[in-house]
């Protein structure tokens, strides 16, 4: 183990200290806060695999939430369906229509599949808004409950935070061995040489839909925890913007970097409560570290903080490619 | 004794210029062909037309007497043709070892297998002794972008082989790579085709790279075969002599 891995390991001991003794310190709102931060985090998650680590951009994050957090709203309050059986409905609807949508991502270029993308989320922002009979429209749907585990209930704040970082645990374990595993070798060589990697085996094609489908997937769980969490939901936070702050947390937080979207989600949630008080010049400061970090560190923070972990870092030479077509 | 590939008539045009122009020829098993020829004459193209890189424009590719013409290159793969680029194609954010068990893992088990299964596909001592087979042990945990262009062609070289193909298309290998190394590859294929019993097609600019590690030679210019034999008729050919030297 090098000093750079031991610096991780304790960093992620006393974060996960932090996170386990917060109830002990914070108010419902703060653990409002830090409920949402996680839920984002999962979001982000998905956005990290389809982008960061098979590299197609997507601008539909937000709309795989909003479809996950609808499913979840519907189906518990108006057809009385216990909250596992929508994380299911919600994981195969978005799984499946992120493979759909991956297609173009096999024909187009990055440019393109942006816009299909985001004519996308416009589609799905609209029915959320304009068919009543089924989200409620601009009035929304409310009620929605919050799990019961083992006759336990996980209504009051400090529980369903609990609930959400267990949620998060799980899925980011999950993440790893998936990123660790061959699958996770081959979703690289897509995004770094898809002719080689093509050539010597890699179905290309597949990856790259698994990688959409299951970014989209892991949008829909972060939607069904959203819907629990807030219980009340309008298509307001699904529109385009949710996608494109998604993107940039993704961006910020280091892309294809498995950290990456737990600090991406910091900045993006945390940082504008704690930096409340300093009224807009958040969103100021915000888009200055967008632009500053693009221009000088295009892997985000996370691999910002590696320039200082690693202090000698040869720069990878950029692979030349064949043109083939 | 029937042929391990086959092209028949293969054409391939881009717009107004005819790259490749009814090319036939014919590789048995356990050879080393090599295809030599002026500048774009067309072996490239030849190359990305057999392997499902372009779809030929007319024409036939046969691997052990099947149709294989426009097949993609992932299932030709899966099929044991395997092949080098001329540019360098390696994973440079990958180390050599993950380049090479990269290289491999898609012949191993299923979707399932490369999910759930071992992060190596169970390929970690093919890796080790294909590392030492092209003598990169000191290597093997840099990143793939650290190494220098001659080792760089090695592990390229070397990706080729992990999957145990029967036949491999290499473009150009030789191509930049400074003496000493020039030397170390060529006893390196030539091993590996005792060895493995590897069938290869081997794009060559270097004449005395060829000469060496050949035992049949192809001539191609304008898109066309205009010599084929061993290596020492065809260095006599005067046709050859005169498209090389007319260029
Ligand atoms: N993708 C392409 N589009 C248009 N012309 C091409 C393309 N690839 C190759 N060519 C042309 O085909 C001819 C043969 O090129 P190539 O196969 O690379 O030759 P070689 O490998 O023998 O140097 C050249 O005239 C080249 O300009
Ligand atoms: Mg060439």
Known sequence: MNARNIAIAALSAVVIAALLAAPYALKSYGLYILSLWAVTTIGAIGLNLTLGYAGQISLAQGAFVGIGAYCTAILTTKYGYPLPFTYLVAFVSCFSIGWVLGYPALRVEHHYLAFVTLAFTTLVYLIFRNEEWLTGGVSGIGGIPRPVMFGYSLRAPAEFYYFCLANLAAISLAFWGLIRSPWGRAFVAVRENPVRALSLGVDTRRYTLIAFALGAGLGGISGVLLAQLVQFIDPSPFSLTASLNLLLMVVVGGSGYFFGPFVGAIVAVLLPEWLRFSGGLYLICYAILVMVLMAFCPTGLIGLAGRFLKPVSKPAPVPAREQTT | ?247
């Open chain 2, 1 to 247: 004794m029937s042929a391990l590939l086959s092209v028949r008539d293969l054409r391939k045009s881009f717009g107004g210029i005819v790259a490749v122009d009814g090319v036939s020829f014919e590789v048995h098993d356990g050879e080393i062909l090599g295809i030599i020829g002026p500048n774009g004459s067309g072996k490239s193209t030849l190359f990305n037309c057999i392997l499902g890189q372009l779809q030929p424009s007319q024409g036939e590719v046969r691997f052990e007497g099947q149709d294989i013409t426009g097949m993609r290159p992932c299932d030709l793969n899966r099929r044991g043709v395997s092949r080098t680029f001329q540019l360098l194609q390696i994973f440079p954010q990958l180390s050599v070892r993950e380049n090479l068990i990269l290289a491999g893992q898609e012949h191993q088990g299923t979707m399932t297998t490369r999910l759930f299964g071992p992060r190596d596909a169970g390929l970690a001592s093919a890796a080790e002794k294909m590392i030492d087979f092209f003598r990169l042990r000191h290597l093997a945990d840099e990143l793939a972008s650290s190494l220098s262009y001659g080792q760089q062609k090695l592990l390229d070289a070397a990706m080729a082989f992990m999957s145990g193909p029967r036949l491999v298309l290499l473009d150009e290998p030789a191509g930049g790579v400074n003496l000493t190394m020039l030397e170390s590859l060529r006893e390196r294929l030539r091993a590996i085709n005792a060895e493995q019993r590897a069938t290869f097609i081997v794009i060559e600019h270097n004449m005395e790279f060829v000469m060496a590690l050949c035992t049949r030679i192809v001539v191609l210019a304008e898109g066309r075969i205009i010599a084929q034999g061993d290596p020492a008729s065809v260095r006599a050919d005067e046709k050859v002599i005169e498209a090389y030297l007319g260029h």
